[in-house]
């Protein structure tokens, strides 16, 4: 079986040991003679599979009670709306750091104010920037974690006096942080927890108590916190892998691990950046720099095709950059291994060497 280097922004790669333990339950899930994807949304293999994963992510998380944790279709695009369509009942502050936090804010322009308490636009969202001004009245100031597009990441969260909603889907449990700073966490899983079909949603009991009631039943988050994520039938795969996901991140020694093993790999591409005399220019300032993508230029940008295309044809997969930006994108999501990123900084090595 050949496996390729993947580094791909999303989905990514999932850890082979996690894959090869999963094959099994594709055929007989937990001796019921049906697969994960056959088996009852109301049957108690699944319930006691999902108390399972919300147990494991209060525990990789020290989550405390003050919080609920449901499970959503949709992916990113349907919690752009409904964050707002729930918790926007005058003006909303949104952190003006790239790409998906415009997303989150015109979405959000449909059910009331959404302004930009900062921007990052005046050097092309190469840095986080560290003051909010926050409007009276405002409902709550929502953050993007990890900016996969530019590759700038927060390392120090904004104290507000209002509650803070976080995107997390490109950095969730990849470091150990207070998780309990925030009134509501959400993320895609797709990138560093599991199968894409699905977004994590764990929001404060305050918060939630805020939320409006005269929506859509199927858009309010108290529909999916009374029902336990069973309103309708849930993405029950999804749902699965990301179990195995907490499982092998414990199995790994939790967040502090998972925390250690993305520096090594981040490190390790990021040195090759810096030390290759301008050959290699990464577009995040370095106080601002994400684990999770790291983002660069060739000096020669005619010969970016040509390093993605090389690096392609030696099985180094998902290097190129997005198309609003171009470039070169690296993303080191958890499941790349350390051995995978040293193999591709020996690759960028190489390529200087002929090339420089």
């Keep these: 079986m050949k496996r390729v280097y993947n580094f791909n922004a999303g989905p990514s790669p999932m850890p082979l040991e996690v894959l090869e333990a999963m094959k099994n339950d594709l055929t007989d899930f937990k001796g019921t003679g049906m697969g994960i ?67 989150a804010r015109n979405s959000a322009a449909f059910f009331g104010e959404a302004y930009d308490a900062n921007s990052a636009a005046d050097r092309n969202y190469s840095y986080i920037p560290d003051t909010y001004e926050v409007k009276p009245g405002t409902d709550y100031l929502y953050l993007c974690a990890n900016n996969t597009i530019y590759g700038t990441e927060y390392w120090k969260f904004p104290k507000v006096n209002v509650p803070l909603i976080c995107d997390m889907s490109s950095d969730i449990l990849s470091r150990d942080i207070d998780f309990g700073q925030f009134d509501m966490i959400w993320a895609g899983i797709q990138k560093n927890l599991g199968a894409a079909g699905v977004a994590l949603a764990i929001l404060k009991r305050s918060l939630l108590a805020t939320a409006r009631t005269d929506i859509p039943e199927f858009l309010q988050y108290q529909t999916f916190v009374k029902k336990d994520s069973t309103f309708n039938t849930p993405p029950v795969f999804c749902i699965y892998s990301l179990n195995r996901m907490l499982h092998w991140i414990k199995n790994m020694g939790g967040l502090p691990a998972i ?98």
């Design 37 to 103: 994807t056959e088996i009852s949304h109301r049957s108690k293999e699944f319930q006691d599979m999902l108390d399972e994963t919300k147990a494991l992510l209060r525990e990789l998380m020290h989550l405390d009670d003050d919080y609920e944790i449901v499970f959503i279709q949709g992916g990113g695009t349907m919690q752009f709306l409904m964050t707002a369509y729930n918790f926007l009942h005058t003006r909303a502050a949104y952190a003006d750091t790239g790409v998906w936090a415009h997303k």
């Design 259 to 356: 925390e250690e093993r993305n520096k090594v790999k981040a490190r390790l591409i990021y040195d090759v950046i810096d030390t290759s005399d301008g050959f290699y220019k990464g577009h995040a300032e370095k106080e601002a720099r994400s684990r999770m993508n790291v983002t660069f230029n060739l000096a020669n940008a005619e010969m970016e095709a040509d390093f993605a295309a090389k690096a392609k044809a030696n099985d180094f997969i998902g290097v190129k950059g997005h198309r609003l930006v171009g470039g070169l994108r690296v993303s080191l999501y958890n499941a790349v291994t350390p051995e995978a990123a040293e193999a591709l900084a020996d690759f960028m090595k190489e390529y200087l060497r002929v090339n420089g």
